[in-house]
């Protein structure tokens, strides 16, 4: 297990994006609240959602007075290379779980338990599958409330795979999920809670910035910024479906010759899967120079990622599972058309024709991108709709009332 250190963040500027009523919420529930020691655990601390969440409401929540902490925990080649099967399986591919694969997952979550002996915290929140089995091993003297976040798609789960997981799940005081599609096998968990994943809109991904300097940016990676550009930002993964979005450019291009895609995706540590993937994604583009493939080894971080998502005509996700899909958030904030997958988070957050579209098929998805393309006017429409729906719903200050709520009602059950 490893503290992870945040930058530091200043709660007051982030009072506007928040209504009256919901301040004075927040501070009363911050009173009640400022002596808890919280605890947030995860596998990562770059890469993917969870990482870029915490990176965020950790520091704001403790500027707000809470007491919070967050760890990583300590795993290796073979750990990750379980949890990412226990991910895909979770999300409903098949295959079996073995003995060994068991003896690995529990042998990483007892030693990072064991590291956390001692630790006494009122609230302690474990992200996703990897480190869920800690609870197995908590110290007797640790009497706080636990909850387990799942912020992948369970709709259709692996059932040996979710089952096993199970067991551990309902040990717990209380379970987040994003969406009530995803506990269609989890009816007798205690105290279900839907909170959706959120962004920060003053972090260097998300803060607003000029279209001249965007397009600066994204011209220093090749990008001809007087022609259309898509863009999709994902880990290279089989369920954003990196090689669905060539398809998607390749039948684009046929009809609009000077589109050109720009496929981003940063190398998460816990994701081993992601360099064959992201192989694959380049002997599949081949050597059209239209296509971009770039992560965060070439120099890509947050600022250059706002940079796309602000500068490209259309943002794509086409996810083919999707627990949420922040990147989807991000685009829409930034006022910029978002195709996405008809899946998941990504149901929640694009309503079909006023946000963004939602799209089942490769070919779907061309006609859309093609549809936008040609009608900036509808582009526009769709820019207004999408900026409110994530200021009403997927702001930052809105997930931590959400969290503090939780603590409130689970102190008063
Ligand atoms: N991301 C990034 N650089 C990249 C690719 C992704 O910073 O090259 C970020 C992206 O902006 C988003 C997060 O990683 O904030 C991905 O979260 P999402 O929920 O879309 O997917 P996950 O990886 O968690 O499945």
Redesign the pocket.
């Known amino acids: 297990m490893k503290l992870v250190n945040v930058a530091k963040k200043s709660y007051k500027d982030y009072l506007c994006f928040m209504s009256e009523k919901d301040k004075k919420e927040l501070y009363f529930l911050i009173e009640k609240f400022k002596d808890k020691k919280i605890a947030m655990v995860n596998a990562t601390e770059f890469?993917?959602?969870?990482?870029?969440?915490l990176h965020s409401l950790v520091p704001l929540m403790n500027d707000l007075g809470l007491k919070i902490d967050w760890w990583k925990m300590y795993g290796e080649e073979e750990f990750y290379n379980v949890t990412k099967a226990f991910h895909n399986r979770l999300q409903g591919e098949e295959g079996d779980l073995n003995e060994r694969d068991i003896e690995v997952y529990l042998k990483y979550n007892r030693l990072n338990a064991m590291e956390m002996q001692g630790c006494d915290y009122d609230f302690m929140i474990i992200h996703d599958p990897q480190p869920a089995a800690i609870i197995e091993y908590r110290s007797i003297e640790n009497k706080g409330k636990w909850i387990w976040r799942c912020?992948?798609d369970t709709s259709t789960p692996n059932l040996q795979y979710w089952k096993f997981l199970y067991n551990y799940i309902v040990k717990y005081d209380a379970a987040i999920f994003t969406m009530e599609d995803f506990v269609k096998e989890g009816l007798h968990l205690n105290n279900i809670h839907f909170i959706t994943?959120c962004?920060d809109p003053l972090s260097l991904?998300n803060v607003p910035l000029e279209m001249e300097e965007a397009k600066e940016i994204i011209s220093k990676f090749g990008i001809d910024i007087n022609r259309p550009l898509i863009t999709q930002?994902?880990?290279f993964?089989p369920?954003?479906d990196p090689l669905g979005v060539l398809e998607v450019y390749k039948i684009v291009r046929k009809e609009f010759p000077s589109v050109q895609l720009a496929l981003?995706?940063?190398?998460?540590s816990d994701?081993p899967e992601g360099w064959e993937y992201l192989y694959r994604t380049l002997r599949r583009a081949g050597e059209d120079y239209d296509i971009k493939i770039?992560?965060?080894f070439n120099g890509?971080?947050?600022k250059?990622?706002n940079a796309f998502?602000t500068a490209s005509d259309i943002v794509i996700?086409k996810?083919i599972k999707?627990?949420?899909?922040?990147?989807?958030a991000?685009a829409l904030w930034k006022g910029t058309p978002v195709i996405g997958g008809n899946t998941g988070?990504i149901k929640l957050q694009i309503e079909d024709g006023v946000t963004g579209y939602l799209v089942d098929t490769v070919e779907e998805c061309a006609r859309k991108v093609l549809r936008l393309l040609r009608n900036l006017s509808i582009a526009e429409e769709m820019e207004k709709a999408g900026r409110e729906k994530v200021q009403k719903e997927y702001l930052i200050t809105n997930k931590i009332l959400n969290y503090l709520r939780l603590f409130n009602k689970m102190c008063d059950s």
């Not at 890469?47 to 969440?53: L, M, R």
């Not at 999707?322 to 989807?328: A, K, R, S, Y």
Request: net charge negative; proline share 2%.
């Open positions: 890469g993917g959602g969870v990482a870029e969440i912020h992948i994943p962004i991904k930002i994902s880990r993964d369920w954003k981003l995706g940063s190398m998460a994701d770039i992560t965060n890509i971080s947050n250059e990622v998502q996700q996810s999707e627990g949420f899909g922040l990147t989807v991000e988070g």
